[in-house]
C-alpha cells in the first residue's frame, strides 16, 4: 500500500523534472527576444571613439546592462569608396582603413561580443596604433592570449576586405545618414548628440520585467546634451580639400602598413 501511495508523490517529481528545463528555455528565449540592440559605428582612429569604446561603452560590461543587451560595433566610420575598383579612403589615413579591417576580422573570429571586445577595447587603447598598428593589435592578442592566425588567415586572405565592404554598405544605409563617429543607435534609432547618454536610451527601451541595476542607478537623462562642441570626428571634414587622396596615401591595402 506504501508503495501504491508514493506512485503519485514520484510522478510528480518526474513531470517537474521533464517539464521545468522546457520552461526555463521558453524563459531563456523570451528574455534573449527583449534584449535592446546597441550599435557603435566607429572607426578605429577617431581618438573620441577610443575614448568611447574604453571609458564609456565598456560600462555594458563592468555592470549588468549586459543582460539586456545586443551589442554590435561596426568599424568602418567616415570612410569612403571611391572608383569602380572599390578603393576605400579613410579619415585617418591608411592605418585607419588597415585597422578597421582587423577589427572586421576579429569580430567574425570571435562573435562573442564579450570576447572580440576585449581585444578591440585593448587595440583602441594602445598610443602606438596610429603609428604602428600591426604591433597594436598583436601586443593586444599577446597580452589577452589570443591566436593571431585568425586574424591573419582573414586578413591576408581577403575576407577582412569583403567585411568592410558589408559594414560600409550598412553604415551608408543609416538613416538618418551618420553625420559623425561615435555613432549609436539603439533599436535601430539613432541617439545623435545624445550618444553619451546611451544607457539611459536603453534603459527605456528595455520592456521587460526586471530592470537591471544599472538602469536603477543610472542618473544620465534621456535628452540630447546641449554642447557647442561634441568629442566626436565629423564626417564632413574628413576632406579639407577636394583633391582625392591617391591609393598610396590613404586607401586600405591588402599588405600591412609598414
Request: net charge neutral; charged share 20%; aromatic share 10%.
Amino acid at each position: 500500500m506504501a508503495a501504491c501511495h508514493s506512485l503519485p508523490f514520484v510522478l510528480s517529481i518526474l513531470l517537474l523534472i521533464f517539464i521545468s528545463p522546457s520552461l526555463s528555455f521558453s524563459e531563456d528565449a523570451a528574455a534573449k527576444s527583449q534584449k535592446v540592440k546597441l550599435s557603435l559605428y566607429y572607426e578605429s582612429l577617431c581618438p573620441y571613439c577610443a575614448n568611447f569604446i574604453e571609458n564609456q561603452l565598456v560600462k555594458v560590461f563592468n555592470t549588468d546592462l549586459s543582460t539586456i543587451v545586443n551589442l554590435r560595433l561596426v568599424p568602418y566610420g567616415n570612410a569612403q569608396i571611391r572608383g569602380p575598383d572599390k578603393t576605400i579612403i579613410c579619415q585617418h589615413g591608411q592605418n585607419e582603413c588597415y585597422l578597421n579591417t582587423i577589427h572586421a576580422c576579429a569580430i567574425n573570429a570571435w562573435p562573442d561580443v564579450r570576447i572580440h571586445f576585449k581585444l578591440i577595447q585593448c587595440i583602441e587603447g594602445q598610443a602606438s596604433a596610429s603609428e604602428q598598428p600591426e604591433a597594436a593589435w598583436r601586443k593586444c592578442c599577446n597580452d589577452l592570449g589570443f591566436s593571431q592566425q585568425p586574424i591573419d588567415n582573414c586578413y591576408q586572405s581577403g575576407e577582412g576586405t569583403k567585411l568592410t565592404l558589408k559594414y560600409a554598405e550598412e553604415t551608408d544605409s543609416l538613416k538618418p545618414p551618420h553625420r559623425f563617429v561615435p555613432w549609436v543607435t539603439v533599436n535601430n534609432q539613432a541617439l545623435e548628440e545624445a550618444f553619451q547618454n546611451f544607457i539611459a536610451y536603453v534603459c527605456k527601451a528595455y520592456k521587460g520585467k526586471f530592470l537591471p541595476n544599472a538602469c536603477k542607478s543610472s542618473q544620465q537623462e534621456s535628452t540630447p546634451r546641449e554642447a557647442s562642441i561634441l568629442p566626436v570626428c565629423y564626417k564632413s571634414s574628413m576632406f579639407a580639400t577636394e583633391r582625392v587622396p591617391t591609393s598610396a596615401e590613404t586607401s586600405m591595402k591588402m599588405e600591412p602598413p609598414a
